[in-house]
């Protein structure tokens, strides 16, 4: 099935529109795509959901957003929710919110100040977290630089809970783990880390670290 080829896709109040190849998707309000779609450039205020697959260059969402099938882009930005029921690929993604990842997360780089819970594999070159908002919990992550802090301006601390973190560079804060592995590894406060596998550095704020060890270089 080809899919028609639109300009763009308009959507002020509440409505359910087709999918389609579109420059340019903009939603004011409450709006449903019932198929797949493709677009240069997506901008919401308020809500919609993408019933298909989406592949959308460049997203501004300011509200929620939720998808159904597989999600390609190149930069989201979102301040909200996004929901991503099956898998999520991108290169950015910067959020200020909550983030629901139904299958595996992969990303270039990922810089948000709120939540997240995502059910597989979160895999991101660059890693940056505030958790804020609320507790959040992944299967895995794997990356290069992760660094996951808890820092709210309510001084109150929100935690990370996760199966796996694997990395070259560690930073963590607030963050129960059953595996912590990687090059360099920093524990931060309030961090409870069944074992920890490290190969250059290792340094911790808490003083009853357990089952350390460290392995060869590959």
């Known amino acids: 099935m080809t899919m028609k080829k639109n300009k763009n896709l308009k959507v002020i109040g509440e409505g359910t529109y087709p999918g389609g190849d579109y420059e340019k998707i903009k939603v004011t309000g409450q709006g449903e795509i019932s198929e797949d779609v493709s677009s240069q450039e997506t901008k919401i205020i308020g809500e919609c959901r993408i019933k298909g697959m989406a592949s959308m260059d460049q997203v501004h969402v300011i509200g929620k957003l939720s998808i159904d099938e597989e999600t390609k882009s190149n930069r989201i930005k979102v301040i909200g929710e996004l929901t991503a029921r099956k898998s999520m690929k991108a290169d950015t993604l910067d959020m200020r919110g909550f983030l629901n990842g139904e299958g595996n997360v992969e990303l270039e780089k990922m810089n948000l100040k709120g939540g997240f819970n995502i059910t597989g594999l979160l895999n991101?070159?660059?890693?940056?977290?505030?958790?804020?908002?609320?507790?959040?919990?992944?299967?895995?992550?794997?990356?290069?630089?992760?660094?996951?802090?808890?820092?709210?301006?309510?001084?109150?601390?929100?935690t990370l809970e996760a199966e796996v973190i694997e990395g070259d560079n560690i930073y963590l804060e607030y963050t129960t783990a059953k595996i912590v592995r990687g090059n360099d590894i920093e524990i931060g406060p309030n961090c409870h880390i069944e074992k920890v596998e490290y190969r250059s550095t290792f340094t911790s704020k808490e003083k009853n670290s357990k089952n350390i060890l460290q392995i060869n270089q590959i």
């Open 124 to 158: 991101v070159g660059d890693l940056l977290v505030n958790l804020q908002v609320a507790p959040s919990k992944v299967g895995e992550i794997g990356g290069e630089k992760i660094v996951i802090k808890s820092r709210s301006f309510l001084k109150r601390s929100y």
